[in-house]
């Protein structure tokens, strides 16, 4: 079965400090890989993605995340946090079973803390 | 705002009525997913339509729920009798197919069942 897992529920980062968010995958085929984030009482917001091509991702608000095969992992990570990065982050993958190719397989989410 | 709109943002309905949610996906978008988000939990896939179509409904209860995406309009979540464990967010998406990528998420409506 296609699946994704984060498993820290909550991630403590001091402002400033690296933070990396963690997830894991589970799926037949090339991955097409996401993250998510979401404020409180808000929609999710999409931050990057892999589909091929280099292992190392960029996306929005200098989060990037590092694809790797071997580990069947896609960890974000950000080099200096904030204390605005502080929402719930995320992970998902594209579930190409059943012929549903457009839908994504979520995470359950990792509430990421950034203390000043 | 070309963004997914979500209406009502919140809703109240006591035990027994319905609750109806509405979802315009983004402008050149015609596939929908609808998405439940309970407290604590992450997001679980309901249904995926496009135009006139339900392409799959497995995430749905077979029983009170129903999703449609008219020709015109927008999409429509429809929970019949509601029950307290209806209470969640649910969150529509949009996605101008398949092959895309991500998915874009409107800010979701509130179902607060009393």
């Known amino acids: 079965a296609q699946s994704v897992a984060q498993p820290e529920d909550q991630v403590n980062v001091a402002e400033g400090n690296p933070l990396t968010v963690k997830c894991t995958y589970s799926?037949?085929?090339?991955?097409?890989l996401f993250w998510y984030v979401q404020y409180p009482n808000r929609g999710l917001q999409f931050l990057l993605k892999?589909?091929?091509?280099?292992?190392l991702v960029k996306g929005s608000y200098g989060f990037e995340a590092e694809f790797n095969k071997s580990q069947t992992s896609f960890h974000l990570k950000k080099p200096s946090a904030l204390v605005s990065d502080s929402a719930l982050y995320f992970c998902?993958?594209?579930?190409?079973?059943?012929?549903?190719?457009?839908?994504?397989?979520f995470g359950k989410g990792t509430k990421l803390s950034v203390k000043p | 705002n070309a963004g997914v709109m979500q209406n009502p943002r919140h809703l109240v309905r006591r035990r027994g009525q319905e609750a109806r949610l509405r979802c315009s996906p983004m402008k050149g978008h015609s596939h929908v997913y609808w998405y439940r988000q309970l407290p604590e939990e992450g997001l679980k896939f309901m249904v995926y339509l496009q135009k006139e179509n339900i392409i799959d409904e497995s995430g749905m209860p077979k029983e009170r729920f129903s999703a449609e995406f008219p020709k015109e309009g927008p999409s429509i979540l429809r929970i019949q009798q509601v029950v307290r464990g209806d209470s969640a967010a649910y969150f529509c998406?949009?996605?101008?197919?398949?092959?895309?990528?991500?998915?874009?998420f409107g800010e979701g409506s509130r179902l607060t069942v009393l």
């Open positions: 799926v037949s085929g090339n991955p097409y």
């Open positions: 998902a993958v594209r579930d190409t079973y059943r012929g549903s190719q457009g839908n994504l397989i």
């Open positions: 892999y589909i091929t091509g280099d292992n």
């Open positions: 998406a949009s996605s101008p197919g398949i092959g895309t990528g991500e998915l874009f």
